[in-house]
């Protein structure tokens, strides 16, 4: 760290941002059943077991209801079409109840498959890291008392921005980590609504959204390699290195800070994305 205050905050908030940006590059990678060594996913399984019985109630119930409203009378099911149909439809929905979990698992090793293909081939996020040029440390150091006011300021806005920055896209990572578990520990619930032909809809729905928090990981991975393109794999370049340090500073802190809400705003929009690409 620099011994001026002023460059010392301006690099400790890019810091912030670059161990975030590094925190995303390994959450992305990370597997439900390894992140915080498994203690979470632990929970998820004795909830999704405990609801396994209630699942089943519910799949019993629905395939009834199913049968009601789509048999006018039990001589419909004279037709071995008729009650071959309903019978897949009940030991298809009853293996989704018992297995959801090894569902769950499998479908996510398979989207998180292609996330780390895209990261395997797009690299690292080095292009992505901040730094303050050496410029502007230069010019900083020589501000004078009176003139560094200003430079205050401005760096405490700035500072404070980049930071907050940093932690709602952190924030909107780990909010995809939480909503798979939620998915994960409450699917028997979901999973039988394959029960019924009414209900059948619900169940499709869940999986359908399940794939699409899935593939936001290769959504966001993508993000951060176009914010690393977008910035010109390095910082912004100083428009005037004769302008007046306040003018520097300002003038990179806001190309700086436009960058990083282009990054947080796609970030925060992988699940549209997702299900705009899906049709989910």
Known sequence: MDDNWIVENLEGAFATWNSKLTEIWSLVSETPQHFKNGAIWAICQNINTALQAIGYGLLILFFAISIFRSTANFQDFRRPEQALRHFIRFVAAKTAVTYGMDIMTTLFTICGGIVSTVAGNLGNLTGASVTLPEEIKTAIDEVG???????????????????????????????????????????????????GDVTSNTGRTFIKSYLGVCMEGAVIVLACMIFAAFTGGGAPGIADPDASAVTMVWSYLAETIFNMLVLVGLVKGADRIVKEMMAL
């Open 145 to 195: 008392f009176l003139a560094s006011i200003p430079l205050w300021l401005v760096t405490i806005l700035g500072s404070v921005f980049i930071t907050a920055l940093s932690f709602v896209m952190i924030m909107t990572v780990y909010s995809r980590f939480f909503r798979l578990y939620m998915y994960t520990a409450l699917a028997p619930i979901p999973l039988s609504t394959f029960a």
